[in-house]
């Protein structure tokens, strides 16, 4: 717990109540949290000179699925309908134990942390039978390498005995649901200030869980100081359809029927949602997640990229999400930015949104979708989480005017250092929390094994691509 001094940034952009970019300035850290912003005269166990670099808040990734990781680019789920895609992922979850998701898991983290993420959250679905507490090894990952994490315990009820998508054996009980997720938040949770480790809870689909699934966890949630909702809400017209076909609502309608809204709830998407519905969201401050690379991927219709403009114009928080690597195949959250930037143009009637508030949306706002008012920003008495950026021997950032706009402008690029909670977690662009090499060594011999499995069961060679797609490209 050793204090830091970082001096001489060229721009310390605070995301402070006014949005200060302060020049020339410094951090005085000691752990967990920032003492003082600016002067000189401190004198500390580690100095880290920033001139001629620019200093950033962490920044907070809201949603995330972290065994996707194992199929990154699967070939065989590429063009699939949505009952193919569900059956590939399942068959290759079924074949994750904890170690090979703790592994999983570290990967994950370690691509966040190299684009300046400090905090994550990440809903955790399905359970095969038997390994209900699987999600706990992503904890343990967190822990190891140093990163704060809200772990979202999601759940589903409806499988394919109901007529839904899902198998017989990867979903639970209501009643099973209600008792792990009450256990999980007590055994964890932890809503101190600057603590590591927090839990939210969440059905995880409207045609994967019933109604009473989200009022269950509505009302399981609101027990807990500071344990959050989270779940996937009007991400597809095909969504949009099945909702008001099986409940007479549309998505967000349904939420509201179920008390699934309110500033403790996150909502993945929001894609297909109309004027009537931003409203309401507005009204309730329910938090909308907007993962702008997996859904413009998806976006075919043109249908599926969130009212971006709309929601901010209601004054709606809106933060950031990867989604998962299966849906993304990146977790470089300067990319999702540098997207969500580009894709606020996916909707008429709005310019790109400027660097400073693609930046306030990748930190304050996922602060609040989260429930966290010590992080977000460099503030003194908040946490010292904070990333270091050396622009000036990037190629890709030559010639650029605007330094700091640049980072979401411009091609990613990796930090010099990363600090969270006070604690050094990348020095001089290298991890030193985990040996990468050996993770990545252990992680790859491990995914051989889950995937060699799947395909056995699957009957299918999950590195084939489509008929169609092979066809136009041969």
């Not at 007590?186 to 600057?194: G, I, L, Q, V, W």
């Not at 859904?295 to 929601?311: C, E, M, Y």
Request: glycine share 6%; with cysteine; aromatic share 8%.
């Amino acid at each position: 717990m050793k204090s830091i001094l970082i001096k001489n940034a060229d721009y310390l952009v605070t995301m402070d109540k006014d949005r200060h970019v302060l020049r020339n300035s410094s951090v005085y850290i000691e752990p967990p949290k920032i003492v003082k912003i600016g002067g000189l005269g401190q004198k500390a166990d580690r100095i880290i000179d920033a001139k001629g670099k620019i200093v950033f808040p962490g920044f907070i990734n809201t949603h995330l699925h972290t065994p996707q990781v194992f199929h990154r680019h699967c070939p065989a789920q590429q063009n699939k309908p949505i009952d193919q895609w569900i059956q590939i992922t399942t068959s290759i979850n079924r074949e994750i134990d904890e170690e090979s998701m703790y592994l999983g898991a570290l990967i994950c983290f370690a691509e966040l942390i190299y684009s300046g993420v400090t905090t994550t959250s990440d809903y955790f679905y399905p359970y095969p039978k038997g390994k209900e507490k699987i999600n706990e090894s992503t904890i343990k990952a967190a822990q190891k390498i140093g990163l704060r994490f809200t772990s979202i315990r999601g759940s589903m009820t409806l499988s394919r005995k109901d007529g839904a998508h899902y198998p017989d054996d990867v979903v639970e009980t209501s009643e099973e649901i209600v008792e792990r997720s009450q256990r999980f938040i007590e055994k964890y949770h932890d809503n101190s200030p600057f603590s590591m480790i927090r839990i939210g809870i969440g059905p995880c689909l409207p045609f994967a869980s019933t109604q009473k699934d989200f009022q269950n966890a509505a009302a399981l949630a609101r027990k807990y100081r500071g344990v959050i909702l989270q779940t996937h809400a009007a991400e597809s017209l095909w969504e949009a359809e099945y909702t008001r076909e099986k409940f007479g609502v549309s998505p967000i309608g349904l939420m509201e029927k179920t008390g699934f809204l309110g500033k403790d709830v996150g909502l993945a998407h929001c894609n297909v949602c109309n004027d009537s519905e931003i409203d309401l969201l507005a009204e309730t401050r329910t938090n909308v997640i907007i993962t702008p690379v997996c859904n413009t991927r998806d976006a075919a219709d043109g249908n599926l990229i969130a009212p971006i403009n709309k929601l901010l114009a209601k004054k709606i928080n809106i933060s950031i999400g990867t989604d998962g690597p299966a849906s993304n195949d990146s977790m470089n959250f300067l990319e999702e930015m540098r997207y969500l930037r580009v894709v606020s143009m996916g909707k008429l009637g709005l310019d790109y949104l400027s660097p400073s508030k693609v930046f306030d949306i990748g930190t304050l706002g996922g602060a609040k979708t989260l429930n966290r008012q010590d992080i977000g920003s460099i503030e003194e008495g908040k946490a010292a989480d904070l990333v270091v950026f050396n622009p000036e021997d990037e190629l890709n950032h030559a010639g650029a005017i605007n330094k700091w706009g640049a980072l979401i402008s411009c091609q990613a690029i990796k930090p010099e250092y990363v600090i969270i909670n006070g604690q050094v977690i990348v020095d001089k662009k290298e991890l030193i929390t985990l040996n990468l090499n050996t993770a990545l060594k252990k992680f790859q011999k491990r995914h051989h094994v889950v995937i060699k499995r799947a395909q056995q069961k699957l009957a299918w060679n999950l590195n084939e691509y489509s008929f169609w797609e092979r066809s136009i490209w041969s």
